[in-house]
């Protein structure tokens, strides 16, 4: 199995910065797709930005600019620049890797357990 560990999500003003990072642990083979999605409240879950094997991006429109998905491949880690942050960026902040475990030839999606980030205006 795969767990997923976020954190970086906290309180912070608008216009202010954070980073997320997501730890990936267990019997990793591979790791394909990196995503993170967040979901306010009443709202359904969206992608906010995804970030291949090959390290191709690409963002929410909502996001475009202001945030930026990378990885480390070595260490299974991705993480989510924030910069500019305005009030309807609150929202739980997730997570998500498509991975292959040791001795599977399948793919599944795992997830985080979510962090929450607030921004006040």
């Known amino acids: 199995q795969v767990q997923l560990v976020e954190s970086g999500g906290d309180l912070v003003q608008a216009g202010g910065s954070l980073r997320l990072s997501c730890a990936a642990s267990?019997?990793?083979?591979?790791?394909?797709?990196m995503d993170w999605y967040r979901q306010a409240p009443g709202k359904q879950r969206e992608l906010v930005a995804d970030?291949?094997?090959?390290?191709?991006?690409k963002y929410a429109d909502s996001v475009k600019g202001r945030f930026t998905i990378s990885r480390d491949n070595a260490k299974n880690t991705m993480y989510l620049q924030m910069n500019s942050l305005k009030p309807e960026d609150t929202a739980v902040y997730y997570c998500?890797?498509?991975?292959?475990?040791?001795?599977?030839?399948?793919?599944?999606?795992?997830w985080g357990q979510g962090t929450q980030v607030t921004v006040s205006s």
């Open positions: 998500k890797m498509r991975a292959q475990t040791m001795g599977s030839l399948i793919r599944y999606d795992y």
């Open positions: 970030i291949t094997s090959g390290g191709s991006t």
């Open positions: 267990g019997s990793i083979f591979s790791i394909n797709a």
